[in-house]
């Protein structure tokens, strides 16, 4: 039991991790507590564990990898199209569907501080990201008569700040109590060499622990329990503003197919890229990294003339309530992942750091994928489903969003 100082420093040196001590002397006693608090609710042996076993070598044989079967939106002929529409409708109309947004993330990258969702678009009339969801969720109602629940997942970095933007904007005039916040859980973030790094001189430093989380995170806030009304939930990110996020063609071929889990995905346009595509490994479905792919397999077609491997995951999954209830009882692997974090060096002075010096762990949603035999891919045109908005450089910006959202939905675009 790490039930005094003394227990709780033999506890670190045998992790190896007795330098989260070093400035114990120099705290005052509220800052003690909070160190020795935070100290005793972390599992340093699973961190210490995660490190090691993260240096594994992970790569996979190309024999293991096999196609996975998808369906093409664009291909589809307009009398099936007509029938998965049907039937997705009728889920809709009976507020059997649920969207659940996954926001845990800060607006950084876009020189925002504050929650990324509530960073705003320059359309005609300002809107974050978290009302264009809504306005979909509102359009819904019109539509069908029916306000559908909206889960959203937040972070211990961003939580508060997004619950007091809601009340500020009076919930976009959805239903209040259609609405639930529940938080990502985090692990502590280690340097290269698995030390783990201080935020602070009493704070350890923390990071979101993935995408992943979001299944044990719904449980451990009790909301399983608002989920009697609910058969399918709709799962994507809060950066993507074009993605259909209820879809009754999707809902409809998932239900056709009798599947319990689905995905979007988006053609992938250079077959040498390093964006992980879907395929099987073991007859099990995953993404897989291209490094492990031959390059007769990356190039790889079907006797329809179509590539076999270049189906890229665009964070939007559709599942049913039975396999999402599975999921929180499930643990998920994580994954390492190299960041950029300051930190508090060994002179007790923060340090400011200009390229990544530390790792994260993070569990990946798509590793709930294996566990389910029936699963259904649909491929939707990028300039239809997918503009991301990561930053104010590259490919996907505010600015490119915006383009492609107001000519989709035929909005008159902001004249300068």
Same mark, same amino acid.
């Given at each position: 039991m790490l039930n005094n100082l003394k227990h709780i420093n033999k506890h670190l040196k045998k992790y190896n991790q007795e330098h989260l001590l070093y400035f114990y002397d120099k705290l005052t006693d509220e800052e003690k507590k909070i160190l020795l608090k935070q100290i005793k609710d972390t599992n340093i042996k699973e961190i210490t564990n995660l490190y090691k076993k993260s240096f594994r070598d992970y790569s996979i044989e190309s024999n293991r990898i096999t196609p996975l079967k998808y369906y093409s939106k664009t291909l589809m002929e307009d009398s099936t199209k007509k029938n998965y529409v049907s039937i997705g409708e009728e889920i809709i109309k009976n507020g059997k569907i649920a969207v659940l947004t996954m926001a845990g993330g800060q607006g950084t990258r876009l020189g925002y501080k504050g929650p990324k969702g509530c960073y705003e678009l320059d359309f005609k009339e300002k809107k974050s990201l978290f009302e264009v969801i809504c306005d979909k969720l509102k359009e819904v109602y019109s539509k069908y008569g029916v306000y559908l629940k909206w889960y959203i997942m937040t972070s211990v970095d961003n939580d508060f700040k997004t619950k007091e933007y809601f009340e500020n904007k009076n919930y976009f005039n959805y239903p209040k109590d259609k609405i639930y916040f529940f938080k990502q859980d985090t692990l502590p973030i280690v340097d290269k060499n698995g030390k783990i790094i201080l935020d !602070?001189?009493? $704070? /350890?430093?923390?990071?979101?622990?993935?995408?992943?989380? +979001?299944? &044990?995170? %719904?449980?451990?806030?009790?909301?399983?329990?608002?989920?009697?009304?609910?058969?399918?939930?709709?799962? !994507?990110? *809060?950066?993507? *503003? +074009?993605?259909?996020?209820?879809?009754?063609?999707?809902?409809?071929?998932?239900?056709?197919?009798?599947?319990? +889990?689905?995905?979007?995905?988006?053609?992938k346009a250079d077959l040498e890229g390093k964006d992980y595509v879907f395929a099987k490994v073991d007859n099990y479905v995953d993404l897989v990294d291209p490094i492990n792919f031959t390059e007769?397999?990356?190039?790889?077609?079907?006797?329809?003339?179509?590539?076999?491997?270049?189906?890229?995951? *665009?964070?939007?999954? #559709? %599942?049913?309530? $039975?396999?999402?209830?599975?999921?929180?009882?499930?643990?998920?692997?994580?994954? &390492?992942?190299?960041?950029?974090?300051?930190?508090?060096? =060994?002179?007790?002075? $923060?340090? +400011?750091?200009?390229?990544?010096? !530390?790792?994260?762990? @993070? $569990?990946? /949603?798509?590793?709930?994928?294996?566990?389910? =035999? =029936? %699963?259904? #891919?649909?491929?939707?045109? @990028? =300039?239809?489903?997918?503009?991301?908005?990561?930053? %104010?450089?590259?490919?996907?910006?505010? @600015?490119?969003? *915006?383009?492609l959202y107001c000519k989709k939905y035929n909005i008159e675009p902001k004249i300068e």
């Open positions: !602070s001189l009493y $704070k /350890i430093k923390l990071g979101s622990n993935g995408n992943g989380d +979001v299944f &044990r995170a %719904f449980a451990k806030h009790k909301l399983q329990n608002t989920l009697d009304d609910v058969d399918w939930i709709s799962v !994507s990110g *809060i950066d993507n *503003i +074009v993605l259909e996020i209820i879809d009754p063609l999707f809902i409809g071929l998932t239900i056709y197919n009798k599947s319990n +889990v689905a995905s979007k995905s988006i053609q007769k397999q990356k190039y790889e077609k079907n006797t329809e003339g179509l590539y076999l491997y270049n189906q890229m995951n *665009i964070l939007s999954h #559709l %599942f049913s309530k $039975k396999a999402f209830l599975k999921l929180t009882k499930l643990k998920l692997p994580y994954h &390492r992942a190299f960041k950029k974090n300051d930190y508090i060096d =060994n002179t007790g002075m $923060k340090v +400011v750091v200009k390229e990544p010096n !530390s790792f994260k762990f @993070e $569990k990946f /949603i798509f590793d709930a994928f294996k566990y389910f =035999n =029936n %699963f259904t #891919l649909l491929e939707v045109e @990028e =300039n239809e489903e997918f503009a991301p908005i990561k930053s %104010f450089t590259g490919k996907y910006t505010p @600015e490119t969003a *915006i383009e």
